[in-house]
């Protein structure tokens, strides 16, 4: 069994900054990609950020040069540095990991129980 657990969301004004952190542990073998996922009040739930085993990392439209995923491997985590933040940002952010349990396991997807951030005008 994989646990994930997020930390650093809380309240911010606009154009300040937070940064997140989600730590993985339990029956870890390999991490493959990692992901930062958001659900605001009433809309559905958005990809903001993912990153590769190798590295290569992507975002949303509308957090790019805003926001930076980052991923510590010997660690088992991985980070969201989110910058001049806007009230559009405020959402419950979702840690997404795929995890192979063991060598001969295939990749399955965990999600932590979330981190509330909110951006206020």
């Known amino acids: 069994q994989v646990q994930l657990v997020e930390s650093g969301g809380g309240l911010v004004q606009v154009g300040g900054a937070l940064r997140l952190s989600c730590a993985a542990s339990g029956s870890i073998f390999r991490i493959n990609a990692m992901n930062w996922y958001r659900q605001a009040p009433g809309k559905q739930r958005e990809l903001v950020a993912g990153?590769?085993?190798?590295?290569?990392?992507n975002y949303v439209d509308s957090v790019k040069g805003r926001f930076t995923i980052s991923r510590d491997n010997a660690k088992n985590m991985v980070y969201l540095q989110m910058t001049s933040l806007k009230p559009e940002d405020t959402a419950v952010y979702y840690c997404n990991l795929y995890v192979r349990t063991t060598a001969w396991a295939t990749s399955r997807d965990y999600w932590g129980q979330g981190t509330q951030v909110t951006v206020s005008s």
């Open positions: 990153i590769t085993s190798g590295g290569s990392t």
